[in-house]
């Protein structure tokens, strides 16, 4: 069990950064995969021969920080015998229409080509199907193990962290119904996985006597997932389907002269 208080709430700075505020975007980490959205962090200052200075702080509003990006695919094509002829190139930017889905599979917003798709940490909340999520208590993370504390049951998402996964799923055909022209649909859904301490650590060196400041900070990891289908025809699988459906067809048949001819007895010779 951890003890989640002590925490001071750190306002966003309006105009000039200062000790007693924090900017959002020098705080906002980009990753190869996605991105990560500080919540909260705890500090510890470091000095040869003192003992650490440590403070904790939770960061609103991240929630409302947005970003914004675009994306493309190259798929293989092949014609009708299963021979590779070309590559089918989709761009957000040109020819892909973003259908923006909920939870439960209900459409949620259309981003059309040449739009950058846009969205706000509190509308992947809402799309995952958790949108009080950095309020949400996860038990499965450990008790408070402060004594008379409010909320004893385990740590809040804000101070814990939570992980999201993005995942764009596209096709050269239209599996959603949705009123639009266009050459691609992609589908974007959001999903949460089980609860988890999602966290990242960084270091500085304050001065040349060995002082250092420790910052761990918990918060949201934003990362990217891809998938989707491409269908073409295949005449060899064709080819073999309808075999199968020949020998299908035949086989009751086959199974009525076999019971006819062998398994009757003496009337088994009447159909011989």
Not at 4 to 19: K, S, T
Not at 193 to 207: A, E, G, L
Not at 230 to 239: E, R, V
Request: glycine content about 6%.
């Amino acid at each position: 069990s951890e003890r989640y208080d002590g925490h001071r709430c750190l306002p966003p700075c309006d105009l000039e950064v200062g000790p007693d505020c924090f900017d959002p975007h020098s705080l906002l980490q980009k990753e190869l995969q996605g991105f990560f959205y500080p919540t909260q962090f705890t500090e510890r200052l470091m000095e040869p021969g003192v003992s650490p200075q440590i403070r904790r702080y939770i960061l609103p509003s991240m929630e409302v920080m947005h970003f914004s990006f675009s994306y493309g695919f190259e798929v293989p094509t092949k014609n009708v015998l299963g021979v590779e002829t070309g590559v089918a190139i989709g761009s957000s930017a040109s020819n892909i229409t973003t259908v923006v889905v909920n939870h439960d599979g209900s459409i949620a917003r259309v981003f059309q080509p040449g739009l950058e798709i846009t969205l706000t940490l509190r509308q992947l909340f809402a799309l995952s199907g958790h949108p009080q999520l950095l309020d949400e208590i996860s038990p499965e993370l450990g008790r408070n193990a402060k004594p008379d504390a409010p909320i004893f049951a385990g740590p809040v998402t804000r101070i814990s962290g939570a992980e999201l996964k993005l995942r764009t799923e596209c096709f050269n055909y239209q599996r959603i119904d949705v009123q639009v022209e266009t050459e691609y649909l992609c589908e974007l859904s959001v999903a949460l996985p089980h609860p988890m301490w999602t966290s990242r650590r960084i270091s500085d060196i304050t001065s040349s006597a060995g002082a250092f400041t420790d910052r761990q900070y918990h918060g949201v990891d934003v990362s990217f997932d891809f998938g989707g289908e491409f269908s073409f025809w295949d005449f060899d699988a064709l080819f073999l389907v309808l075999i199968v459906a020949i020998v299908v067809a035949k086989l009751p048949t086959m199974l009525v002269e076999l019971f006819t001819l062998h398994l009757l007895g003496h009337m088994s010779k009447v159909y011989r």
